[in-house]
């Protein structure tokens, strides 16, 4: 651990991290029922009394801001303006959370019984949970947990009522809403329900805004909400959504209260529920409404071993101190509170920073477990043979030397790795296989990622699966395999993006490899969560932990691999070619394919048809490129550097591509990106 002290002072990944405890293991060991109806009595901020739902909307409504709002909309549409105050009232009805202890009990009692079934542990960082329970006294908290799976807030509320702490009230989707009896058993435990998309409705905005902030303002309950706006079906984070944050920070930033803290929660699953069916919505197929008979039919999922979770609970980050220097609040005073004005640019950029900060602290402090690093080896091995055309899968033995491998490195990049070091790592490697067994096949002590060729079921003609069906249901495994390696992402992330700017510049002089850094850095910027304006950072970073673990010779003029460093910047270029040649792909879809009149909603349909005609032509060497999210984020990127416009169009969203600049960006990319075959070297 001695090498850690020299670097803190610039890199926060390398810090001491607190301990853990299983909190399943008293509920494995007493009543259920008793810890269900036990007496519960948390603390709130400036030991505020908790208060009841109709009053909190009784206040909502007579509020300065939204009267104002109310009597705007009024003279806009000439309606009176008791007729928009009742649509007002009907908004917070459909909005407002219910929050009852009863229901709180009721799910206390039902999800211990499910953990227990479903997870060996749940480990929380007690220390965590005291600097939280210091700030809600302290400070009006907002609580920002990742968000990988429907479990999240319900482990949450679940984990807060365990410590006696006070519940969140939660931000949800409107689709919970709609699944009957759930949606408002959800209600009644702190969750409030808001549209997907409100754009122009300026009604709609204000009495959201204003519902958030008066329970915030007002200490009476933690604010929860997710960064990322939505879960992400890939397991990589996604670039933060805004919205919410603005509305939080508001009240600091008008003066009306001292400070507002922000805690980034890590939640980390060994195994996700949701696996099969996040890899089967990026390849196309529909998402199931939420519903409640669904959720009765994922039952079957309780008979599953699904091992431990791990939930971190961050620094809280004091909004007044992210400020400091940063704001001129000064520039609030000019104009009433009550009037409702757009963040300037300033405030705006900020809101950004600080969004991509919180992010980042929730990457540092996902737990990973031992199978993200051997999906990242299997996936490798993979690609590897499908190249030379030989797919026997790798020997136990030598997985288990290139997972310890694997670990020490991913250890000396700062990665918070939970490897059992008392147990042989034979048995680590074993134990980790058994757990994911539906995505791994292990014969004759060879282990690869479990394609079989797909037998038609029962009651199908016997040649019934097509090569496209084939090729799909082995992209469900792929594209499952992948979410565990995206989890490791943000620990190679930055050596990757500078190994591979090594590989795609042409020399070695420190100055082009930076500019090979810097564009590769640009182009994904949607892809990975890389904070506005820190490449000379990042980059600075990438060359001291590769240098440090002596991969690199990096001198005043140039960046030079080491012979040890071959192994090491191999696999840091591979895990980054997937996406490489994703981008690559759409770029010449776009060039071959792209008509006048394509639209936004069509381009998915579209790219993915013409990837699955090149896969099966064996043109392309990565089956992940079918990933929805990555063409949608690949397209992205080449709206935001000016590639393709949307143009005002017979459509809305219609597509305007410049090819010149999208051929001259796919050939940059390419650099020397290996594919398949040398004749279709364009792609």
Not at 3 to 9: D, G, L, N, R, V
Not at 39 to 58: D, H, I, Q, R
Not at 166 to 189: H, N, Q, T, Y
Request: hydrophobic share 40%.
């Amino acid at each position: 651990m001695a090498s850690k002290a020299i670097y803190s002072h610039t890199d926060p990944m390398l810090k001491k991290r607190d301990d853990f405890e299983d909190i399943l293991e008293e509920r494995r060991n007493s009543s259920d029922l008793r810890y269900a109806l036990r007496c519960y009595t948390p603390v709130l901020y400036k030991g505020v009394s908790p208060c009841k739902a109709g009053t909190l909307k009784t206040m909502v409504l007579q509020c300065d801001q939204l009267r104002y709002v109310v009597s705007q909309v009024s003279k806009e549409t000439g309606r009176a303006f008791d007729d928009v105050q009742e649509e007002a009232s009907a908004i917070l009805e459909e909005m407002a959370h219910r929050l009852q202890l009863s229901t709180v009990r009721f799910f206390a009692f039902t999800l211990s019984k499910v953990f227990k079934t479903l997870f060996r542990s749940i480990c929380v960082n007690e220390e965590g949970i005291q600097r939280l329970q210091q700030a809600i006294q302290e400070h009006p908290v907002v609580l920002l947990p990742s968000h990988r799976s429907y479990m999240d807030f319900l482990l949450m509320s679940y984990i807060l009522y365990t410590y006696d702490l006070a519940l969140p009230v939660i931000a949800a989707g409107m689709d919970f809403m709609g699944m009957k009896f759930i949606g408002e058993m959800l209600r009644m435990s702190g969750a409030f329900f808001i549209r997907r998309s409100f754009g122009g409705d300026k009604l709609y905005w204000a009495v959201f805004s204003e519902y958030v902030k008066t329970m915030l303002k007002n200490g009476f309950a933690p604010v929860e909400f997710f960064l990322e706006g939505t879960r992400s079906r890939t397991c990589k984070s996604l670039t933060p959504k805004l919205g919410l944050l603005n509305i939080v920070m508001d009240p600091f930033l008008k003066g009306e209260v001292f400070d507002v803290s922000l805690v980034p929660v890590s939640i980390s699953y060994e195994r996700i529920l949701e696996e099969a069916l996040y890899a089967r919505e990026l390849l196309g197929v529909p998402k199931p409404k939420e519903s409640t008979s669904g959720l009765f039919k994922a039952r079957k999922v309780l008979s599953e071993d699904y091992g431990s979770i791990h939930v971190y609970f961050g620094q809280p980050v004091s909004v007044r101190s992210l400020a400091e220097g940063r704001v001129n609040r000064c520039q609030f005073n000019l104009i009433p509170r009550h009037i409702p004005n757009r963040p300037s640019g300033d405030i705006h950029s900020f809101v950004n920073d600080s969004a991509y900060r919180l992010v980042r602290a929730q990457e540092e402090n996902m737990v990973l477990k031992p199978w993200v690093l051997l999906a990242s080896l299997l996936l490798q091995n993979h690609h590897q043979s499908r190249a030379s055309g030989q797919n026997q899968g790798v020997a136990l033995d030598e997985l288990t030397e290139q997972a310890v491998w694997l670990r020490d490195l991913s250890r000396q990049y700062g990665a918070f790795l939970h490897w059992p070091d008392h147990i042989p790592p034979s048995e680590v490697v074993s134990s980790s296989l058994s757990l994911h067994r539906g995505l791994v096949k292990i014969s004759e002590g060879r282990v690869q990622l479990a394609l079989e060729q797909r037998q038609a079921g029962p009651g199908e003609p016997g040649s019934a699966v097509t090569p496209e069906e084939e090729l799909l249901s082995q992209a469900v495994i792929l594209l499952s395999s992948a979410s565990y390696r995206n989890q490791a992402l943000h620990v190679f992330l930055r050596p990757a993006l500078l190994a591979s700017a090594i590989h795609t510049a042409s020399s070695s002089k420190k100055q082009e490899v930076f500019n090979s850094f810097s564009f590769i850095r640009n182009m994904f910027s949607n892809e990975f969560i890389l904070c506005p304006g820190a490449t000379v950072q990042d980059f600075e970073e990438a060359c001291y932990l590769l240098a440090k673990t002596g991969a690199l010779q990096v001198t005043q003029q140039e960046v030079l691999v080491t012979e040890r460093g071959q192994r090491t910047l191999v696999f840091l270029t591979s895990m980054l070619d997937p996406f490489l040649q994703g981008y690559q792909v759409v770029c010449r879809f776009l060039c071959e394919e792209a008509t006048e009149a394509l639209t936004e909603k069509q381009f998915i349909p579209a790219v993915r048809k013409f990837i699955i005609k090149h896969l099966l032509a064996g043109r392309l060497r990565y089956t992940e490129v079918l990933s929805s999210d990555l063409q949608k984020n690949a397209l992205a990127a080449l709206l935001r550097l000016g590639a393709v416009r949307k143009i005002k169009g017979a459509e809305p969203g219609t597509l305007k591509v410049n090819k010149v600049m999208v051929n001259s960006l796919e050939d940059t990319l390419g650099g020397k990106l290996p594919t398949q075959k040398a004749v279709v070297a364009r792609l």
